[in-house]
Structures are given as structure tokens and as C-alpha cells.
């Protein structure tokens, strides 16, 4: 199948053909083979006046948290209301076990068997900048092809919640009821980036969780999570980070959570955030590439690799200013600087001084 | 005055002859001439092993919090027990409005009187990085020439906190009684980075400050500040953020505050945390420097600055994908890629497809 008739098939295909083309075309963009990304790059641009329309939704939560379940509810309600649905996922852990979320898709087995579902487990392999580019650009695909909703899941490793961030228009945090307990076990800074936080399976102890909700509530206000101070009084009505409560089991409260969604995105539409939000991220985007591939071809590079090892542990050990470091590192790829001994040999003290 | 003597003045100089040589070696390594900057590195590497004796102490908080008037309550009672006490500061506005924070000495008169008190305002101009740097230098001067505490002040402004806690053994927030308050004004992410906060002008409403205090306490424990999910269970006790009252103008609690951070460095010493700390923020300023000179160069090249405008506009309307545009830039600075037509005239859909 060539770019372009992969294209139609995405575009126009009836649901097989469609779906077919959307694998290939998700299989091609991962694909690190130089011939391939020159076709996959043709194949982004022709994709991306397509691409646009569809909301792009962030779901992150710790293990046991009821993420696929959540998940599994929110898809079959928003099919029944006659929306398309994808679910894509970013798990930087999947290269090393093989996948821990969506590895398999007998985790979401209704909405999997529905035709207007795309389910797509995480890209696996590489760094999470990479991982993260190849959800980016399969989140481009689903859109092509019409998916009215793209759900990014996510698990908190490392930095992949800032990761999915980056690439949605809203991003939703599943709690427990127990949050005040120690358990609960929520990462540093992952609050900090939620427009939605989610307490599921509240149906196991109601009063914990409107204890939780009511918690949570006031310390992301407290915390400065509400009335960005760097607001311009020129801008519209802002959006204040909800906390709601559901139950995905039980199905309750998957319809507020949507109307929250909504009510969001004709919010961020209005005081115009959501196109700011998606310009941002797509220059973020753009430069994280950029510093991806210039610091690859700087560590390439043979006299930074002669260099490299000896300073890092010189300014590890305080032997060397990091500063220092970097100039001379940065001058060895110039090419424009002699080779400069390495710090141990001058970082003494001199007698004579 | 040559390097040699200036960094034995640095070490050994009579106070008069020491501070004058501070200012001057500061002076040096402020300098953006090249001939001044090889000798800013030798002195850099000459000073390192004199350094890292010093308790780095960064100091944060919204205008009117009372900053410069806990920093001088503090810097006097640290002098009244025989320490010296160096006060530098970011201030990434400084090159903007001529300084908003330590412009002016008077502000700390007492504290600038006293022959153990060494205060440099913000470098001003440049790059927030360049700015960080430079103080990241000037702190290595201070800790040779002897201070015991190095306080960091900065103003929530950017990125300026962040740099400041990548620089510091200690992050500390300071706050207003009216915690609950939407005046309050605190920056999103801020409190993420605290090792301790402090409600200052406690006096002025102690039960809104006890309050204040209490709720606090609960927010960072309910939002993960507390317990790590990442600790190792082979670590030692770890530190957990404490919310403490202070009232610098009456100077009540500063005795309460230094003994918190006496406690904090000792845990950070025996748990092994502060020196990993410290080689990671030397390892994190290492690379800070090299994305910023290899981006610098990067935006310099003549391929790149031709393509870039044009590309930059694509991505921000959509018209190419960020990571396409990625690739043709780095492409274009490799100069192993002919010159890329922009993306808006292969973007519309082809009719024959």
C-alpha cells in the first residue's frame, strides 16, 4: 500500500479497510527505517488538514486505580451517544515488561469488540521522548480517520504524565477514596498539571470519598492549583480544576464526568486556551525533538565521547565546575579548541599561589 | 590583579582585601569576553576545592511576603552565633526594570553593615540560564572566601524558583496568613519544590496563621508532597516538608526556622540525600549549559535560520507536524538534506488520491 492510497484508506475507507490503514499507517510512523520516516513524514502532512477536531483526553492514575474499567465505562457510554472512540497509551516501562498497560486488550473486552472503538496499546522501545512522538502521531491517524474522541492513558512512570500532558487537550487524575491515606502514593507535580481529578470507586465508602473530594478540593485552591496568578485580567472566564466522584464499575457518574468534559472544552473554546494550549504544545513539541536530536548528534560526536566520561564524573565529584565542563565540552564539538586536560591535573591547589 | 592573587586574596585576605576580591573575581566571571572567561574558568577550577563547606539556603516567596525582612532577621541571628552569611540573588526581571529584588542594599541596612555579611544583587541581563549561572558561580566564590550560609533570594518571576531549588541543599517558601486566600497568589508548582514553608508576619493573625499552617500541612501530604512513591525502601529516614510560623519583624521564630534546617541537613548528611542532591544539581547544570549552547548554535546556523520562521509558523497552525519539522530543521543544520520546500504546499489534499 502506498502513502497515498493509505491516505484515502484512512480517510474514506469503509470500517475494515479503514481500520486496516490505520494500523499500517501507525506500524509505518513507528517504523525507524530512514526510507520509512521520509514516507511517514509525506504521509503526517497529507494526514494533518484532517487532524484537528477530535478531543484529546489524558487519563492517569497509579496501578488499581480502576483506570481500564474507567476507561471501558466513559468509551461505551460515548458510543452509545453515537461518538467514536480511540485509546492509545504511553507506558515508557513497556520496552522493559513487555507492556504493563494495555498490553492486551481482553483489559477493555467490551469496548474492544465495538466497531466505532480503535484501541492501540502503548508504543514499546526507545526513550519516552520517542515513545511520546509515536503516540503524538498515531493520536494524528485517529483523527484522520474520524475518531471523535482520542483517550491517552497513562501509568505514573517517570515523567510520562507531563508526556501525555503535552499532547491532550484535558488532563484527568483517577484517585482513590482513601486520599488522605499514605497508600494513595500520588507522584510529586502530577496534581499540579490536572484539569480533572477523579475519585472512582466512591461507591466502596461514600464518606471517604466526599471527605476526599472535599479535601482535594481546597488543597489544590490552597496550593495555588485555582486563580493563576500570571492570568491576564484580558482573558475570559478561566477554568478552576474540578474533583468529581464516579463509580466506572457501577457506571455512576461516567455522564456528570462527560458533562465536566464538555463543559470544559466550550470554556477553553470560548476564552480561546484550547488552540493556545494545542499552538504550545505543538512548538514544545517541536523543540523537544530538536534538543532530542541535537544532544544525540553532541554525545555522537568522537571528541565529545573522549571527553564525555572523565568530565561528568569530574563535575560529579566537584573536582570540575559544571560550567566549565560544558564549555570545554561544547568546545571540543566545535572542533574550534584544543583537547583540554582534564580537570584533576589543574583543580589542585597551587603551592606557588 | 591576576587570577593567582585573586584567589589567594578569596582564601586568605584580610576581610577589607577579601570582600574587595570577591567583587572582583564576581566581576570576572560575569564577564562575556572571551580572553575574561578563560581566566574566569581557571579561577573557577582554582576555587572548587575550597568549596561545598556551606549551607546553600534558597529563599522564595510573592512580593510583600517579607523576604528581605526574614533574610536580615535571619542573617543577623546566623552572625550574632559567629557565622558569615552571604545573600545573592536571581532576579530574571532585573535586566527589565533595573532589579525588583536586592537592586538597592538598603533594604537589608543592618545586615549590609556587618563585616560578616557579604550581599550581591541579581546579575541582571541574559538568559534566565546565564543568569542562574552566574550565580551558581558567584555562591562557589562566597563558599571559598569562607561564608557558612549562602542564601539564594528570588522573586516569583518565570522559571526563577526552579532555578534557584536546582542550586540550593534547601528550598523555602514563605507565605501569608491568609493561606485560604485567593490573594495568595502563589505560583502553580512552586510549593512542589519546598523543603520548608514558612508563614511569615504570623503576628499579624495567629489563627488565621495556625489555620494556615494546618491546612498547608494537610495539602502537601494529601497531594503527594509527603512520602515518595519512589523512595527506596533501602534509604534512610527521609525528610518531609514542614509548615512552620514566623513573624521576621518581630523577630519571633527565626530561632524556630534555623533549627529546622540545622534538623534538615543533618537527616540530608546521615540519609546521604545532600551529597546525591548536590552531584545531581552539578550533573542537571552540566546539561542545562550544553542544550543552551548547543540550541544557541543550532538557532545561529544559516540553514536553520532561513527555514525556521516559516517552520515555526507551519507548526503553530497546523500545517506541519512538530516532529516533521523537526527532522527537516536538524536535517537542515546536518546539511546533509537539500533545502525543504515548506510544508503548506504539500499539505492540502492531493484531488488524485
Redesign the interface.
Known amino acids: 500500500m502506498t502513502p497515498?492510497?493509505l491516505?484515502?484508506a484512512i480517510?474514506r475507507g469503509a470500517p475494515p479497510v479503514r481500520r486496516r490503514a490505520m494500523a499500517k499507517a501507525i506500524t509505518l510512523l513507528e517504523s525507524t527505517r530512514a526510507d520509512h520516516?521520509v514516507q511517514a513524514?509525506?504521509l503526517?502532512?497529507?494526514l494533518?488538514?484532517?487532524?484537528?477536531r477530535a478531543l484529546r483526553l489524558g487519563i492517569s492514575g497509579?496501578p488499581g486505580v480502576g483506570k481500564s474499567t474507567f476507561i471501558e465505562a466513559l468509551g461505551l457510554h460515548l458510543i452509545g451517544q453515537g461518538l467514536k472512540v480511540a485509546v492509545l497509551a504511553i507506558d515508557p516501562s513497556s520496552s522493559v515488561t513487555g507492556g504493563s498497560i494495555l498490553g492486551d486488550k481482553t483489559r477493555m473486552e467490551q469496548l474492544s469488540m465495538q466497531e466505532a472503538a480503535y484501541i492501540r496499546p502503548s508504543p514499546s522501545g526507545g526513550t519516552l521522548g520517542g515513545v511520546a512522538?509515536k503516540t503524538?502521531?498515531a493520536m494524528?491517524v485517529c483523527e484522520a480517520a474520524g475518531y471523535d474522541v482520542v483517550i491517552v492513558e497513562t501509568v505514573?512512570v517517570g515523567q510520562s504524565e507531563t508526556a501525555v500532558h503535552g499532547m491532550t487537550d484535558m488532563f484527568c487524575v483517577l484517585q482513590l477514596p482513601n486520599?488522605?491515606d499514605?497508600l494513595?502514593?500520588?507522584?510529586?507535580?502530577?496534581?499540579?498539571l490536572a484539569d480533572l481529578v477523579v475519585i472512582n470507586k466512591a461507591d466502596i465508602d461514600p464518606n471517604a470519598a466526599t471527605r476526599a473530594q472535599a479535601?482535594?478540593t481546597?488543597?489544590?485552591?490552597?496550593?495555588?492549583?485555582?486563580?493563576?496568578?500570571?492570568r491576564d485580567p484580558h482573558d475570559g472566564e478561566l477554568w478552576n480544576p474540578k474533583v468529581l466522584q464516579i463509580s466506572a464499575l457501577q457506571h455512576q457518574g461516567v455522564d456528570g464526568f462527560w458533562a465536566a468534559v464538555c463543559d470544559y472544552r466550550r470554556l477553553q473554546t470560548a476564552n480561546g486556551r484550547l488552540s493556545l494550549r494545542?499552538?504550545r504544545q505543538?512548538?514544545a513539541?517541536?523543540?523537544e525533538?530538536?534538543?532530542f536530536?541535537?544532544?544525540q548528534?553532541?554525545r555522537a560526536h568522537p571528541q565529545v565521547r573522549a571527553l564525555l566520561p572523565q568530565?561528568?564524573a569530574d563535575?560529579?565529584?566537584?573536582?570540575?565546575?559544571?560550567?566549565?565542563?560544558?564549555?570545554q565540552?561544547?568546545a571540543a564539538q566545535?572542533g574550534g579548541a584544543p583537547a583540554v586536560a582534564h580537570?584533576t591535573e589543574?583543580?589542585?591547589?597551587?603551592p606557588?599561589?
Request: net charge positive; aromatic share 6%.
Open positions: 497515498h492510497s491516505l484515502d480517510l520516516r513524514d509525506a503526517l502532512t497529507a494533518l488538514p484532517y487532524t484537528g497509579v512522538e503524538r502521531e494524528l505514573g486520599a488522605g499514605d494513595q502514593a500520588i507522584k510529586k507535580g502530577v496534581m499540579e479535601q482535594i481546597s488543597s489544590l485552591r490552597l496550593l495555588g492549583f485555582h486563580g493563576n496568578p500570571e494545542r499552538e505543538a512548538l513539541w517541536m523543540w525533538r530538536i534538543d536530536g541535537l544532544k548528534a553532541f568530565l561528568q563535575v560529579a565529584q566537584g573536582r570540575i565546575a559544571a560550567s566549565t565542563a560544558a564549555r565540552l561544547l566545535a580537570a589543574t583543580a589542585a591547589p597551587q606557588a599561589l
